[in-house]
């Protein structure tokens, strides 16, 4: 039973537009919500994070919106670039800083 | 580079041999983690360490266990490895102020014949 969603595997966006990434979780009383961008051969590294009170979190081209009665996160970024292309996990804080992962977006940023 | 190196990067072995990977920290961090990644699933948590000789179960913790006798080292031992355990394996640490994110190492990719 997946507690992070992300139902899209892949996406393919044009250089300069906006790529809109989606997730949507099961569990109500998660209460920190994060971002990873991942190359190939390489760690995650963290890419923006929003805590349960707030809706938004800006961070230069990053921006995550948090809408916790329908259960869904969307990370933005505009514009989108080249250097973007990777792969983009949803993922969820809970206790002991443990962290659940979604499957996982293939962003394409197409020149 | 948040310090964190993982050992080896590359092992290929045989189904039954032990295997142990090691996570080595430079940032002194309490909270270190051990993930594996497989097609579909993003990252699962195997094990996580909450300080010297302080382990518990994650996820996905069968047939794995783990050990940390000293703050900056967690290793993860493959008592009998079987081909199910194929998989690129994370190590992450974290530190114990608020929601600091975690850092991870760069993976360790293992082969099992």
């Known amino acids: 039973d997946q507690q992070v969603k992300q139902n899209s595997p892949s996406l393919s966006v044009q250089e300069g537009r906006i790529s809109i990434l989606n997730c949507d979780y099961t569990n109500s009383m998660f209460d920190y919500f994060l971002w990873y961008k991942k190359y190939p051969a390489e760690g995650p590294t963290f890419l923006i994070s929003?805590?349960?009170?707030?809706d938004k979190n800006e961070d230069g081209r990053f921006t995550v919106f948090l809408n916790k009665s329908a259960k869904h996160l969307s990370l933005h970024i505009v514009p989108s670039q080249p250097g973007d292309s990777a792969v983009y996990f949803c993922?969820?804080?809970?206790?002991?800083?443990?962290?659940?992962f979604g499957s996982g977006t293939q962003l394409t940023v197409l020149p | 580079d948040a310090g964190i190196t993982q050992s080896p990067r590359h092992k290929v072995t045989e189904t039954g041999t032990p295997v142990t990977l090691r996570c080595h920290q430079t940032e002194n961090h309490r909270y270190m983690y051990w993930y594996r990644q497989d097609p579909g699933h993003g990252l699962r948590l195997i094990h996580y360490?909450?300080?010297?000789?302080?382990?518990d179960k994650g996820e996905v913790s069968d047939g794995y266990s783990v050990s940390r006798s000293k703050t900056e080292d967690f290793l993860l031992t493959l008592e009998s490895a079987t081909s199910s355990q194929t998989s690129v394996y994370f190590c992450a640490i974290g530190d114990h102020r608020g929601n600091q994110p975690q850092h991870f190492g760069d993976g360790t990719r293992l082969s099992i014949l």
């Open positions: 360490s909450y300080g010297v000789k302080d382990t």
């Open positions: 929003i805590s349960s009170i707030k």
């Open positions: 993922v969820i804080s809970g206790s002991a800083r443990q962290l659940t």
